[in-house]
């Protein structure tokens, strides 16, 4: 499966943006997906996951009650809304896919995914 992440952007702290994952070759529905960040001089971040039909959903502390993850399998494609964006979410945000039948709650390391798309940047302005 092939990834293409878009939506990213420069917005002011407070502000929205919604990411896409636009995937092809596969249909999505056989992936198990998440979102991940990676600011500058970090470590990769698990932001949100998502399960294969979209009944569950998992989100790091960090963005709980801000970001919501959601699927449209019909589309090939999974959302990631971020509302009330703070400086401190700035980071290339990475969409991932793991076709992988067993894997932790949640799949929050980056080692559980097998495909990423390209990354879509995100600068959040104080």
């Known amino acids: 499966v092939q990834l293409q992440a878009s939506g990213g952007g420069l917005v002011q702290a407070g502000g929205s943006l919604r990411l896409s994952c636009a995937a092809s070759?596969?249909?999505?529905?056989?992936?198990?997906m998440g979102w991940f960040r990676q600011a500058p001089g970090t470590e990769c971040e698990f932001v949100a996951s998502?399960?294969?039909?979209?009944?569950?959903?998992y989100d790091a502390d960090s963005v709980k009650g801000r970001f919501t993850i959601s699927r449209d399998n019909a589309k090939n494609t999974v959302y990631l809304q971020m509302n009330s964006l703070k400086p401190e979410d700035t980071a290339v945000y990475y969409c991932?896919?793991?076709?992988?039948?067993?894997?932790?709650?949640?799949?929050?390391?980056?080692?559980?995914?097998?495909?990423w798309g390209q990354g879509t940047l995100v600068t959040v302005s104080s």
């Open positions: 991932a896919a793991t076709s992988r039948a067993y894997g932790t709650m949640g799949r929050r390391d980056h080692r559980e995914y097998d495909y």
């Open positions: 070759g596969r249909t999505l529905s056989s992936y198990f």
């Open positions: 998502i399960s294969w039909s979209g009944t569950n959903t």
